[in-house]
């Protein structure tokens, strides 16, 4: 399929563009839908462990010509089920694949900046470490008036960004926690259609979670419907949602019971307003920022905060 960047008010002459500019250009579409791809796959942007060569082809980019009237660059690259094929096809089932087949590498690019800047999604395809990479993608603007137009003349919507869009992705990005290593004890439920992907249910709900390249995918065929221990990185999403990157799976001792809670998706600033409600103190901090220094002597800012 056959997509256009136009950049209006750009920088460079008509028809040009600038070599480190197309670099960054080119390094955001295949970081961003890497990303993509992988959370659709697999539950998170940016797993651990080596790229296999099948995804590689499957998200390969080609510029194919530049042309004048602004600057408007013309790509190209082909839909999943071209290049898929072989891997996990099972995958295009589930209710939330369906149409994975149809989407290309720029198809997920674009979708991923429209769900992080449309308050109205669910935002199913988002985490903390692609905001990351779509928020670097305002690296590519060599002007705060230049805008950015990409689409094509089919089923894909057009995305327009200007430089001011990354401050919401910004703002996004910093309210998530960054990814923490987890205990979780909890039953496993198998989804189907996929031997990497499980659920685990908690006391507390149910938890998302994908087998890390540590665990072979058939060592989870004799867990299904047992309680469990297992360890891994949480990985935050928008909607107080996690996924958790599996590294070890075992049978739970008694005192496991302790990690049967679903980890809470809270930022450090959550996380002590929640403290101070709890224990029903007020946050004297509050009290003196942006009054320091001053007037105050030490001792006396030391007896603020332990009022």
Do not use: C
């Not at 080119?26 to 790229?51: V, W």
């Not at 430089?163 to 205990?183: A, C, H, M, N, S």
Request: no cysteine; glycine share 6%.
């Amino acid at each position: 399929m056959t997509y256009e960047i136009k950049i209006e008010k750009a920088h460079e002459e008509q028809g040009t563009v600038d070599l480190g500019r197309l670099s960054k250009i080119a390094e955001s579409i295949l970081r961003i839908s890497e990303g993509a791809l992988n959370i659709r796959l697999k539950g998170i942007s940016h797993p651990r462990g080596r790229k296999s060569d099948i995804l590689h082809d499957a998200l390969r980019v080609s510029l194919t010509g530049i042309n004048q009237g602004s600057t408007i660059l013309f790509l190209s690259s082909k839909k999943f089920e071209e290049t898929l094929n072989s891997y996990q096809l099972d995958l295009f089932r589930q209710e939330a694949q369906k149409e994975l087949s149809q989407h290309t590498p720029v198809s997920l690019f674009i979708n991923s900046f429209i769900e992080a800047m449309d308050d109205t999604s669910g935002m199913d395809f988002i985490d903390k470490q692609l905001l990351g990479e779509l928020k670097k993608f305002q690296n590519a603007f060599q002007n705060d008036n230049e805008v950015f137009i990409i689409s094509n003349k089919r089923s894909t919507p057009l995305l327009e960004i200007k430089k001011q869009d990354f401050k919401k992705i910004r703002t996004l990005e910093e309210k998530l926690p960054e990814p923490e290593p987890v205990v979780i004890n909890g039953k496993v439920e198998e989804l189907k259609h996929s031997k990497l992907k499980v659920k685990i249910e908690t006391s507390e709900g149910i938890v998302d979670g994908f087998l890390s390249e540590e665990i072979p995918s058939d060592e989870i065929a004799s867990y299904w419907g047992k309680n469990v221990t297992i360890t891994g990185n949480a990985h935050y999403k928008p909607g107080e949602r996690m996924t958790i990157e599996i590294d070890k799976i075992f049978e739970p001792d008694t005192g496991d019971q302790y990690f049967s809670k679903k980890p809470r998706t809270e930022t450090v600033e959550q996380q002590i307003q929640r403290q101070q409600r709890e224990k029903g103190t007020k946050n004297q901090l509050s009290d003196i920022v942006g009054k320091w220094p001053g007037d105050e002597d030490f001792e006396k800012l030391i007896n603020m905060l332990n009022k």
